[in-house]
């Protein structure tokens, strides 16, 4: 079945670092990728979205570009701020194959210090 | 903000009772979910729904059913609660459109003592 495999954490940065978050999944048809952020006693919201090879998601700097050749969707920020500290999940989803089913990532827990 | 409310936000129950969490929306998206968050397990998907009366089990079902009777509500309960449910749970909608992301309530922490 499908599946999300993401860079284990915790992950702690200074103010200002650069910021790599990798993710990379199994799927057998051509899944819509996700990465979600969870702030402390909220549910996930999204972050940021790839529906095909080779489209690049951005949001609040964020970026991650859906490589099918990797099969890969590793999330990046030049320079994280101390509000990024958050968990983040890559996700996947295929509407045409499991009813539109969310498959996730462990989650990455990143804090950031000034 | 999507419009996706959980309730209740919070519940301690005793082992052995029924627990019924709500989750209720005003998209009218197709598709609902329910989640388990629990540490170094990330989400796990418990049962879903793809309309009205139409519900499947997700990878972790064991101990839970769920009903949706209509397009807003859908249900989740714990038939007999036990400990190992101590979890966060959260719902999710989405609309039945390709690339669509799923839409998140607040989640109901649930603590079976």
């Known amino acids: 079945g499908d599946s999300v495999t993401q860079m284990e954490g915790p992950v702690t940065l200074s103010e200002e670092a650069f910021l790599t978050i990798n993710c990379t999944y199994t799927?057998?048809?051509?899944?819509?990728l996700f990465w979600y952020v969870q702030y402390p006693g909220e549910g996930l919201q999204l972050l940021l979205k790839a529906t095909k090879a080779d489209d690049k998601g951005s949001n609040k700097g964020f970026e991650a570009t859906y490589r099918k050749e990797t099969t890969s969707f590793h999330l990046e920020k030049g320079s994280v701020q101390v509000s990024d500290s958050a968990v983040y999940f890559c996700a996947l989803s295929d509407l045409s194959v499991n009813a539109g089913k969310s498959t996730f990532g462990d989650g990455t827990t990143l804090t950031v210090k000034p | 903000d999507a419009g996706i409310t959980q309730s209740p936000r919070h519940k301690v129950t005793e082992t052995g009772t029924p627990v019924t969490l709500r989750c209720h929306q005003t998209e009218n998206h197709r598709y609902m979910y329910w989640y388990r968050q629990d540490p170094g397990h990330g989400l796990r998907l418990i049962h879903y729904?793809?309309?009205?009366?139409?519900?499947d089990k997700g990878e972790v079902s064991d101990g839970y059913s769920v009903s949706r009777s209509k397009t807003e509500d859908f249900l989740l309960t714990l038939e007999s609660a036990t400990s190992s449910q101590t979890s966060v749970y959260f719902c999710?909608?989405?609309?039945?459109?390709?690339?669509?992301?799923?839409?998140f309530g607040q989640g109901t922490r649930l603590t079976v003592v």
């Open positions: 799927a057998t048809g051509y899944p819509s």
């Open positions: 729904s793809y309309g009205v009366k139409d519900t």
């Open positions: 999710a909608i989405s609309e039945s459109v390709t690339g669509s992301e799923a839409f």
